[in-house]
């Protein structure tokens, strides 16, 4: 019986001291979670994104493991953020500090969305990133765009918008000369960002990441918006016009780090 009873006390011991060991490792997971991965697997809608304004923009999803925006309406320039127009953003609220990858994110043609189209006739066609206040009815934000700026082809144009009033420049022709690019955005600790952009890296080893401050300094032009705790941090895809019209906007994952 005394047998048994050790038997018994063992089995107890044993299974506290198991459940001791797991917990730190429910901790370590839940830390993780608060890392997040998009790789838009599969097909179908968006998973856990705010949108705002998506009427402007109706067919976005996630179409063979990318998210695919395709721009085939731009009457009134609907699509468009610039100044007081608000196109289409599809975000995830994020408290600073954060930082926020857009993998490979750029312009293509609807037969084939990692070609990027001609640039006949300056279109001002993109796909990118973008960091919005935490209200939408604010039109305030800062973005990234990968794609046509006009007679500058093959670019990334940079832009923060103030209260409806929008400051813009670019890094220059044919810096990216397949239309796509990784976009890095900062979210620092005093609620400033940071950008930085590369050519993409698709080996998916961000050991291979060779990341550039945008225009040398990783400032946007103009006056940054002045960004509370938390902002929506998102991608968008837009024309200025009808030129170049239709195309699509595509991008392979997102990461955001907190």
């Excluded at 993780?32 to 976005?60: E, K, M, Q, W």
Aim: proline share 5%.
């Amino acid at each position: 019986m005394k047998y048994y009873s050790l038997l018994f006390v063992l089995f107890i011991a044993l299974s506290c001291s198991k459940k001791e060991d797991e917990t730190p490792l429910q901790n370590e997971d839940n830390q993780d979670n608060t890392n997040i991965v998009d790789n838009f697997d599969g097909t179908g809608p968006l998973i856990d994104f705010v949108t705002n304004n998506a009427p402007s923009l109706p067919d976005v999803s996630r179409v063979s493991d990318r998210y695919r925006a395709v721009l085939t309406d731009n009457s009134d320039n609907k699509t468009l953020h610039f100044n007081q127009d608000q196109g289409r953003l599809d975000a995830k609220l994020v408290a600073f500090p954060f930082e926020f990858i857009a993998r490979n994110i750029g312009i293509g043609t609807i037969d084939d969305s990692q070609i990027a189209p001609t640039s006949e006739n300056d279109p001002y066609n993109f796909a990118g990133v973008q960091v919005h206040v935490e209200d939408f009815n604010s039109i305030n934000s800062s973005h990234v765009v990968v794609g046509h700026r006009g007679s500058t082809a093959f670019t990334i144009e940079g832009k923060n918008t103030l209260n409806g009033d929008s400051s813009v420049n670019d890094i220059g022709e044919n810096t990216v000369p397949e239309g796509r690019a990784d976009i890095r955005i900062v979210g620092n600790e005093n609620k400033t960002i940071t950008v930085y952009w590369q050519l993409p890296n698709l080996t998916s080893n961000s050991t291979s990441d060779n990341w550039t401050l945008y225009n040398g300094t990783g400032n946007l032009p103009g006056t940054a918006p002045t960004y509370g705790d938390t902002v929506y941090v998102g991608l968008i895809t837009y024309a200025f016009y009808t030129t170049g019209v239709p195309f699509v906007g595509t991008c392979d994952s997102i990461e955001i780090k907190k």
